[in-house]
């Protein structure tokens, strides 16, 4: 049984991956039709082998370190920052019962926290300038979206009345929640950009003032990772948003549409917006989501107490 296990996870991983690689094509792809020039088109057929020629090159090139990093954090943060993107997608509940248990949510709570020490190890065992600034940046960011994201989340958990990811799609079955609680479904998606520091809240890696943040000091393979694990959480998020405002069955097709729809408005937002001023980040997050998200936290919490009262 536990063999069986391993084996899904393992296809389910190389699934994942494959998805990240026709993502970073897809992104490329509609931010040059936003721009009004052509994507890649010249590796394979319209480009579609693009992705596995940046893998093939990305890992062949030389591997370097910079001779004042301390050397294990350094080489260890990309390598983490991957595994956790990737231990997020066992909360998902499938239909298959691969790692299916209660408490999902609030496992996930503890993938998104843990993914700020990678950054963080990453930015300061670089040991330069631009590289602790962009961590410091990210850390910041990281940490002040998240505690909308729990706050959100936990007024879904009330309507719901439990821990379990798959109740969602049972509650959902008639109307979704992004009819019902529609500011908090765009509050949702905002807090997601931050946290997966996509434009227009991309300060960890804003190449305009910080070269390249907190991923400053790699190349080749260490960059690669960090660039897979971004992308991961990226398709993580998307698909998370969908089984908590939008529904549906995880063996169902348009399930799959929705959560393709949702990773485009990700690419869309970024090639429209521009980058936020860092103060007017923070401003955002602590002066108008949390007191969202608090007032609809208190308001679902006396919707599900007056309905206990009606029932009784």
């Known amino acids: 049984m536990i063999l069986i296990k391993l084996v899904s996870y393992i296809i389910l991983l190389i699934m994942v991956l494959v998805a990240v690689a026709f993502f970073t094509l897809l992104e490329r792809k509609v931010l040059g039709y936003i721009q009004i020039r052509k994507g890649p088109n010249k590796v394979g057929y319209m480009g579609l082998l693009q992705p596995f020629a940046d893998a093939v090159k990305l890992f062949t090139k030389e591997q370097t370190f910079p001779t004042m990093s301390n050397f294990i954090p350094y080489y260890l943060s990309p390598v983490f920052s991957l595994f956790i993107a990737l231990i997020s997608w066992s909360v998902l509940p499938y239909e298959l019962g691969l790692f299916s248990f209660e408490f999902n949510i609030l496992f996930f709570l503890c993938c998104t926290s843990m993914s700020v020490y990678s950054m963080m190890g990453a930015g300061w065992a670089s040991n330069s300038k631009y590289s602790l600034l962009g961590c410091l940046r990210a850390v910041a960011q990281t940490i002040s979206y998240e505690v909308s994201l729990a706050l959100i989340l936990l007024s879904m958990l009330f309507l719901i009345g439990g821990l379990d990811l798959g109740l969602f799609s049972l509650y959902q079955r008639y109307m979704w929640f992004s009819i019902l609680a529609f500011p908090l479904a765009l509050l949702w998606f905002v807090s997601c950009l931050a946290e997966s520091n996509r434009t227009p809240f991309d300060f960890a890696e804003g190449e305009s003032e910080l070269v390249s943040g907190f991923n400053t000091e790699y190349s080749a393979g ?23 405002f939008m529904g549906g069955d995880l063996i169902s097709m348009v399930f799959y549409m929705k959560s393709a729809l949702v990773g485009f408005c990700f690419v869309w937002v970024r090639g429209t917006l521009p980058r936020f001023r860092y103060d007017k980040l923070m401003y955002l997050a602590w002066k108008s989501f949390l007191p969202v998200a608090l007032n609809y936290c208190i308001f679902f919490l006396g919707f599900k107490v007056l309905l206990d009262l009606c029932a009784l």
């Open 222 to 244: 260490g960059f690669a990772l960090i660039f897979m694990a971004e992308y991961a959480s990226i398709l993580f998020l998307s698909v998370l948003f969908t089984i908590v």
